[in-house]
C-alpha cells in the first residue's frame, strides 16, 4: 500500500469514530435545530478541514478521492453537517488554482492550522447564479466590503466566511473575511424544511476593512475555472448519495422487522416478493449513484497542472452525470424508505423524515433538469457548458497546455 492510500485510510478509519457518534445524534439534533459544535471541533482535531491542505503547510496533502469518501459517510449520518465541507473544500481549491504565490501561501498556512471557510455567494432577490451586488471598493486604509447575502452555508460556525464580491472593475471575486470582524451581521434564519442544522442564514457586510491579501480574484484559465467547479459540483452529489445510503440502511433496517404488504399474502417483509424487489431498486439507485459519484472522484483526482482542456471537461462532464444519478438516487431513495416501512415509519418520534426533508431541500441546489441536456450536447457536439451555468454554452479561450482537440 502506497503512503497516500496508508494516509486516506488512517484518516477514514478515525472519522468513522465520529460518523458513528454523528449518526446516533443527527435526529436529535435535527428535530430541535442544534448545531454540531462539538462533531465540527472534533472533525478539527482529526485534520478534516485541512484535507486537501499541502502538506507543507500542514495539510494532509489527500485528493478528491479521498474527500468524496469522506462526505459520503458525514451525508450518510447527517446531511446537515455533510453539506458543510462542500463551500469550504471549493474555496480551498479557488485558493490553490487561482491564488498568486503570496497570497495562497498566507491562506494555505491559515488553513494548515485548521481554518473553516463557511460561504456568502447568493443574494436576495433572486439574482442568478454568479450575480452579485455586493462590492469590493477603495477604502481609506485598503480596501472595503459592503453588501448582504442570503444562504451563508457554515457562516454560523466559520472562521473566516468566503464572500463572492464584485471588485471596482466588475471583476467576481471571493474576499475572505473573519466571521468576527467589524461589520460582520451573521443572522441564524434559515428556516427551511431540510437541512436544519448547516449554519446558514442571512450575512451582511457594512464597510468591513479588507487586507490585500484577502480578495481572490476568479481565474479567467478554463483549465482552472472547470476544475473549481468540478469538485464543488462533486461535493453536491456526494452528499446527495450520501443521504441514499443512510436512508437505503434505515431501508434495509426496517424491512427486516416490518410486516409484509397487504395483498402479499405474506407474514413478514421478508417473504414479501414486491417487498424484496422493491429494497433491490433502491439498492441498485443507491449502488448507481456511489460507484458514479466515485468514478467522477476519481477523474478530478487525476487532474493536474499538465491537464488539457478536454481532459478537464471529459472530468467535469462526469460530475455532472453524477449529480444527475445522485439526486434521482436522493430523492428515490428516501421516499421508498417509508415505502418500505408503512405508515408507522412516518413517527415523527423515528425521526426518517429527515432524509426525504434534507434530499428534497439539498437537490433544490440547482436545476438539475438541465444536466441531461448539457451532458447529450457536449458528447454529441462537443459543446462546452459555462461551468457556472451549465444550461448554457461556454466559449473558452485557449490557454497554453490546450494540446488537443475537444471530443
Do not use: C
Amino acid at each position: 500500500m502506497t503512503a497516500t492510500l496508508t494516509a486516506s485510510s488512517d484518516f477514514l478509519t478515525r472519522l468513522d469514530a465520529i460518523v458513528d457518534d454523528l449518526r446516533e445524534t443527527a435526529g436529535h439534533r435535527d428535530r430541535h435545530r442544534q448545531y454540531a459544535r462539538e462533531e465540527i471541533d472534533r472533525l478539527r482535531e482529526i485534520g478534516f478541514w485541512r484535507l486537501t491542505v499541502p502538506v507543507e503547510h500542514g495539510g494532509h496533502g489527500l485528493d478528491a478521492t479521498t474527500l468524496v469518501e469522506a462526505v459520503l459517510r458525514l451525508a450518510a449520518a447527517d446531511a446537515s453537517l455533510g453539506q458543510i465541507p462542500q463551500n469550504h473544500f471549493m474555496t480551498v481549491e479557488r485558493l490553490l488554482l487561482s491564488a498568486p504565490g503570496a497570497q495562497r501561501e498566507h491562506w494555505l498556512d491559515v488553513l494548515g492550522r485548521g481554518a473553516l471557510f463557511g460561504n456568502a455567494a447568493a443574494e436576495p432577490g433572486e439574482r442568478p447564479p454568479g450575480a452579485s451586488a455586493t462590492s469590493v471598493t477603495r477604502a481609506a486604509a485598503g480596501w472595503s466590503l459592503t453588501g448582504s447575502k442570503v444562504y451563508s452555508t457554515g457562516a454560523l460556525l466559520a472562521d473566516y466566511v468566503a464572500v463572492q464580491a464584485r471588485d471596482l472593475d466588475d471583476v467576481v471575486v471571493t474576499v475572505l473575511v473573519p466571521a468576527s470582524a467589524d461589520g460582520v451581521t451573521i443572522d441564524d434564519d434559515w428556516d427551511a424544511l431540510g437541512q436544519r442544522t448547516t449554519a446558514s442564514g442571512r450575512s451582511y457586510y457594512r464597510q468591513v476593512p479588507i487586507a490585500e491579501h484577502d480578495v481572490i480574484v476568479h481565474t479567467a484559465d478554463p483549465v482552472a475555472t472547470y476544475r473549481i467547479s468540478a469538485l464543488g459540483q462533486l461535493l453536491h452529489a456526494a452528499i446527495d448519495a450520501g443521504i441514499a445510503i443512510g436512508a437505503l440502511d434505515e431501508s434495509i433496517d426496517l424491512a427486516r422487522r416490518v410486516h409484509a404488504g397487504r395483498g402479499s399474502g405474506a407474514a413478514t417483509f421478508t417473504e414479501d416478493t414486491l417487498g424484496l424487489d422493491l429494497v433491490g431498486e433502491l439498492h441498485l439507485a443507491t449502488l448507481t449513484a456511489r460507484r458514479l459519484v466515485e468514478s467522477a472522484a476519481a477523474q478530478v483526482s487525476a487532474l493536474d497542472d499538465t491537464s488539457t482542456l478536454s481532459e478537464t471537461a471529459a472530468a467535469f462532464h462526469e460530475v455532472v452525470a453524477a449529480k444527475v444519478a445522485s439526486t434521482r438516487a436522493a430523492l428515490r431513495v428516501t421516499n421508498g424508505l417509508f415505502e418500505v416501512g408503512g405508515s408507522s415509519s412516518t413517527r415523527p418520534d423515528l425521526g426518517l423524515d429527515r432524509y426525504w426533508r434534507d434530499a428534497r431541500t439539498h437537490t433544490l441546489h440547482d436545476a438539475v433538469r438541465w444536466k441531461p441536456y448539457t451532458l447529450g450536447r457536449w458528447v454529441v457536439t462537443g459543446d462546452l457548458a459555462d461551468p457556472w451555468s451549465i444550461a448554457h454554452p461556454f466559449t473558452p479561450t485557449p490557454t497554453a497546455h490546450e494540446t488537443s482537440p475537444l471530443p
